[in-house]
């Protein structure tokens, strides 16, 4: 078997979902000034996208923020105004803290806790190493 051969054999095993190339992004967020609070509306659709749980995110975010806020069923709301761009620079921010792979730099990734530390462990390469535990 020549090389040729073996690279197509090789290229024939991958997982069809590595050889995609479609490029992650983030949906920006949706929202408006409603007073002296901040009202996002699609803040779940944000988090779907990232493949999180919306708790997670939002405690991210608030912490961030360093501002009051609550989930409801459709929407996030802070308790001051936040420009759309220092919420979309948070939500940048965590995606590369706890969802791109930092070898692979794919946003294929679980979360998981075992005992007291959270691992974000890499569908696509394998790769998992320990990331900060929100509290």
Do not use: W
């Not at 995110?57 to 608030?62: A, I, Q, T």
């Not at 462990?121 to 509290?135: F, N, R």
């Amino acid at each position: 078997m020549d090389y040729e051969q073996a690279l197509d054999r090789g290229r024939k095993k991958i997982p069809e979902s590595l050889l995609k190339t479609a490029r992650f992004e983030i949906p920006k967020v949706l929202g408006h000034i409603q007073g002296n609070r901040t009202v996002i509306s699609n803040f779940h659709s944000i988090a779907m996208a990232l493949r999180r749980e919306p708790e997670h995110l939002l405690k991210f975010v608030l912490r961030e923020l360093a501002t009051p806020g609550e989930m409801t069923k459709s929407s996030l709301i802070f308790g001051r105004k936040v420009s759309a761009s220092m919420i979309n620079q948070k939500i940048e921010q965590y995606a590369q803290t706890f969802v791109t792979c930092k070898e692979c730099h794919r946003p294929d990734t679980t979360l998981l806790k075992e005992k007291d530390s959270t691992f974000l462990k890499c569908q696509a390469c394998g790769a998992k190493y320990p990331v900060e535990t929100l509290k």
